[in-house]
């Protein structure tokens, strides 16, 4: 699970973490050579490329590799700069790459060699959010705010209702209060929540990343004293989880309290 990233089935998540046109090796076809192609590195550690950039999100990829367990590596077997090989663990194909500069090589190998050995760290928050994700939205233990939103589905620029609960810095996502379990959800650590008002009919809750990495999102309350209510909560909710440098900083930041004898 990463920030900003679905807890379960919900659609909303990260921007790929590398992308670009690189140029693949052929052995196939009529035409034996260099072909460029459009690469999309996504944050689950799959490769995917297409022919052409517009190509993205519109069509099927030409082909996607999984990245976990493959050897990434710089090639100098022939004679041509800022070429690298892929050989993922499943199958015996490789697949070479050049890229247009040594920074833009270098860029590439360091992203797909993080993908191919990927750290995995367990936390207990990670289960109890799944754990409250299987359950329905009223078996959820001291929620910090619950109730309706929509939410903007910018591809489409339609709102979406959904049934919602704030737990511990996650948003929880339901189709009624009646549903069974949650239909997905967001990671809000690291997230900042602004009333935005330009560009909309009325004030709407948006939730800013820290990281261009990662989509903003826009939520809408039933009206103006929901929509206030949902930003102190969620405000209040996400402030919990501070990273560890800048809870140290604000500890030690604090006035020295006197010590009385």
């Given at each position: 699970m990463v920030v900003g990233s679905d807890i379960?089935?919900?659609?909303?998540?990260?921007?790929?973490?590398?992308?670009?046109?690189?140029h693949k090796r052929t052995h196939s076809g009529f035409?034996?050579?260099?072909?460029?192609?459009?690469?999309?590195?996504?944050?689950?550690?799959?490769?995917?490329?297409?022919?052409?950039?517009?190509?993205?999100?519109?069509?099927?990829?030409?082909?996607?590799?999984?990245?976990?367990?493959?050897?990434?590596?710089?090639?100098?077997?022939?004679?041509?700069?800022?070429?690298?090989?892929?050989?993922?663990?499943?199958?015996?194909?490789?697949?070479?790459?050049?890229?247009?500069?040594?920074?833009?090589?270098?860029?590439?190998?360091?992203?797909?060699?993080?993908?191919a050995r990927p750290v995995r760290q367990n936390h207990v928050w990670e289960d109890v959010t799944a754990h409250n994700s299987s359950l329905p939205p009223l078996a959820i233990k001291h929620p910090e705010c619950l109730g309706l939103l929509h939410q903007?589905?910018?591809?489409?620029?339609?709102?979406?209702?959904?049934?919602?609960?704030?737990?511990?810095?996650?948003?929880?996502?339901?189709?009624?209060?009646?549903?069974?379990q949650a239909s997905g959800g967001l990671y809000l650590q690291g997230y900042s929540v602004i009333e935005q008002t330009h560009g909309f009919e009325q004030p709407v809750i948006e939730l800013r990343p820290s990281s261009e990495e990662f989509k903003t999102f826009y939520f809408c309350a039933e009206n103006k004293t929901e929509n206030q209510r949902w930003i102190a909560a969620l405000k209040t909710s996400i402030k919990k989880w501070l990273p560890l440098d800048q809870a140290i900083q604000e500890f030690m930041n604090r006035p020295l309290e006197e010590t009385r004898m």
């Open positions: 379960s089935r919900c659609p909303n998540t990260p921007w790929p973490t590398c992308r670009g046109y690189l035409v034996k050579g260099w072909r460029k192609r459009w690469f999309v590195l996504k944050h689950d550690g799959f490769l995917l490329y297409y022919k052409h950039r517009k190509d993205e999100g519109k069509w099927p990829p030409v082909d996607v590799i999984k990245l976990e367990g493959a050897e990434v590596d710089i090639d100098n077997s022939l004679g041509k700069p800022f070429v690298f090989n892929c050989m993922p663990q499943s199958g015996s194909r490789t697949f070479c790459l050049c890229a247009t500069s040594n920074q833009e090589m270098k860029r590439w190998l360091e992203a797909m060699q993080k993908a903007l589905e910018r591809s489409t620029d339609v709102w979406i209702q959904h049934y919602c609960i704030l737990k511990d810095g996650c948003l929880y996502f339901y189709a009624s209060i009646r549903s069974t």
